[in-house]
């Protein structure tokens, strides 16, 4: 079963939606024109509900199928963009300084507007698929929020399934892995405070730039000595601030950066981890430490049986031999993580061929990628709703 018929059709319409989200992108919870375009064209398929307003500007359709009541799936996309300057000058760029579609969510929304179309015609399967669009899948949790509104309840939501393009994987070839497949991301602070003075008598002061730099050596330690070598971790300093002049030792220093993992347990040890060692550097040096973690995505973690259910679906579309179902996690943070904690569900991989990476200036949606992501969602919601 190659790519649907139908689907290829759609391909130019779908395209052109595709290009004027890339052309009006719309950062985190504030995807108003997003979700409006969104709402207005499933509503013109002639969707039986479209609800917007969940998790602040998420929008779900419901397509009820025709061969009886059933079971109900969820297909899941994002909606927001980042907040860079588009470099790619392509005549459909960014019209909106400092904001562009450099993550392809305005791929994975036209691509799931396009099944949308395909069902809301067709509607050969039994029960009801719910089409989901999320807003800030970008750092501000819009998963997390839909779930907390009550998405998965509110329209009965037994299973869900989420898609993202890959750029270096090639067009038409899929890849997906049971399991954790994006890391759980945290965030921290760690702000160390001295005794400024002159930086001729050291011996009057408390220097935070020499107890901040300590700091950073020991959380080395967490991944190196720490954690099972079994197990993956991240952790990375992205800033250290302190100080402006040349004699004047500071009063405080301030350390921030992002720790990954792939289990829970994994992040938990790095938290307690990061506070003892603080914690002894402060008393060793006579200076305090404060550590501010934040844990925020947990893993996405695709379910065996579901992933094995769209591996099989992928390859239906694509041909096993394109379908890689033993990826390597990657150590990005993703929110789909919140719905797969709510119901079970797979999150795969769509190849888009051999473009700049993901959050890149450079980068774009393969529009060639289209009727392979349309066909995707059709066929598995038509196996997973068969009769
Ligand atoms: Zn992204
Ligand atoms: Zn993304």
Redesign the pocket.
């Known amino acids: 079963m190659p790519i649907l018929n139908r689907a290829a059709e759609l391909h130019d319409q779908i395209t052109g939606w595709r290009q004027h989200l890339h052309r009006n992108p719309e950062l985190l919870f504030d995807v108003h024109q997003t979700a409006a375009f969104v709402k207005e064209k499933l509503a013109e398929f002639g969707c039986d509900e479209v609800v917007t307003g969940l998790g602040r500007t998420g929008v779900v359709g419901v397509i009820r199928g025709r061969l009886g009541p059933g079971k109900t799936i969820g297909l899941r996309a994002d909606m927001d963009a980042?907040p860079l300057s588009e470099l790619t000058g392509k005549s459909y760029a960014s019209t909106a300084p400092g904001k562009m579609h450099?993550?392809g969510?305005d791929g994975h929304t036209a691509m799931l507007l396009g099944a949308a179309k395909y069902l809301a015609e067709t509607r050969n399967f039994k029960g009801s698929v719910a089409v989901i669009f999320q807003p800030a899948?970008?750092g501000g949790g819009g998963g997390r929020e839909m779930v907390k509104d009550g998405l998965m309840e509110r329209f009965g939501i037994e299973t869900v399934f989420g898609m993202h393009n890959m750029p270096g994987l090639p067009v038409g070839k899929f890849a997906i892995r049971s399991g954790p497949i994006m890391a759980a991301t945290a965030e921290f602070v760690i702000t160390v405070t001295g005794k400024g003075g002159h930086a001729a008598m050291p011996n009057l002061a408390v220097d935070p730039i020499v107890i901040a730099s300590q700091v950073v050596g020991a959380l080395q330690t967490i991944a190196s000595r720490s954690a099972d070598p079994l197990d993956s971790i991240v952790v990375s300093v992205t800033k250290f601030h302190a100080g402006d002049a040349f004699n004047i030792i500071p009063d405080s220093a301030e350390l921030a950066g992002t720790v990954r993992t792939l289990r829970t347990e994994v992040n938990a040890l790095a938290e307690k981890r990061m506070r003892t060692l603080c914690q002894g550097i402060a008393e060793a040096h006579d200076a305090s430490i404060t550590v501010q973690y934040n844990s925020n995505y947990p893993v996405t973690f695709n379910h065996a049986d579901e992933t094995a259910f769209a591996s099989g679906v992928a390859a239906e579309i694509a041909g096993a031999s394109n379908v890689t179902t033993d990826i390597a996690p990657l150590m990005?943070g993703e929110d789909f993580s919140y719905m797969l904690e709510a119901r079970p569900g797979a999150f795969i991989f769509i190849g888009n061929g051999d473009s700049a990476n993901?959050?890149n200036p450079h980068y774009d949606f393969n529009d060639e990628v289209i009727p392979h992501g349309v066909s995707y969602w059709v066929r598995l919601t038509e196996t997973a709703l068969s009769a």
């Open positions: 980042l450099a993550c969510h899948e970008e990005g993901l959050h």
